[in-house]
């Protein structure tokens, strides 16, 4: 017989269905990988990857990490895309981020166009910490579990993530 209080210890399962996963996070996941790839079709083929994933696998999640899994099994197929052989020859060249400005804001357009170039000029390895930092919201802890790799390390590539924006943006002035 389990002991008093060792049900409420277990962190609780998801009870959401794929659809309502579908409805919540599909949009952020798409723009993730999106921000990621810098091509709308194949950000849209990682997407639906992720969530077929998902509906196969069945896994069981806990209460409030369904976005981190689905953003966590798409960015591995965005790096497994980004390894690409036809990926670095053909896409690197491509157009960056496509933003929606509001109509009247066309400075804030100007400086939002030229942060996501400088965005999309930096590594994958710190381009992805961006991506979930700023544009997601994920705090380091979140993304450290997502990922996989040590707090410290997301810490240190979010840093010179930082640095190196930096640098590309004044050369930009």
Same mark, same amino acid.
């Given at each position: 017989?389990?002991?008093?209080?060792?049900?409420?210890?277990?962190?609780?399962?998801?009870?959401?269905?794929?659809?309502?996963?579908?409805? =919540?996070? !599909?949009?952020?996941?798409?723009? %993730?990988?999106? *921000?990621?790839?810098?091509?709308?079709?194949? $950000?849209? @083929?990682?997407?639906?990857?992720?969530?077929?994933?998902?509906?196969?696998?069945?896994?069981?999640?806990?209460?409030?990490?369904?976005?981190?899994?689905?953003?966590?099994?798409?960015?591995?197929?965005?790096?497994?895309?980004? =390894?690409? !052989?036809?990926?670095?020859?053909? %896409?690197?060249? *491509?157009?960056?981020?496509?933003?929606?400005? $509001?109509? @009247?804001?066309?400075?804030?357009?100007?400086?939002?166009?030229?942060?996501?170039?400088?965005?999309?000029?930096?590594?994958?390895?710190?381009?992805?910490?961006?991506?979930?930092?700023?544009?997601?919201?994920?705090?380091?802890?979140?993304?450290?579990?997502?990922?996989?790799?040590?707090?410290?390390?997301?810490?240190?590539?979010?840093?010179?993530?930082?640095?190196?924006?930096?640098?590309?943006?004044?050369?930009?002035?």
């Amino acid at each position: 017989m389990a002991e008093p209080g060792t049900a409420q210890q277990r962190e609780e399962t998801s009870t959401l269905s794929f659809a309502e996963l579908y409805e =919540r996070y !599909a949009t952020d996941v798409l723009r %993730v990988c999106y *921000s990621y790839l810098g091509d709308r079709q194949k $950000a849209e @083929d990682v997407c639906q990857d992720a969530f077929v994933k998902l509906m196969v696998t069945q896994p069981e999640l806990k209460v409030g990490s369904e976005k981190a899994w689905l953003l966590k099994v798409a960015l591995n197929r965005c790096r497994d895309l980004w =390894r690409g !052989a036809w990926f670095k020859r053909v %896409v690197l060249g *491509s157009p960056a981020f496509e933003l929606f400005p $509001a109509p @009247d804001d066309f400075e804030k357009l100007e400086d939002e166009e030229a942060i996501m170039k400088a965005v999309n000029q930096l590594s994958p390895d710190f381009k992805e910490i961006v991506l979930l930092h700023y544009y997601q919201g994920f705090g380091i802890s979140e993304i450290s579990e997502m990922l996989s790799i040590p707090e410290g390390t997301v810490s240190s590539r979010l840093s010179r993530s930082r640095k190196k924006l930096e640098s590309l943006l004044a050369e930009n002035v």
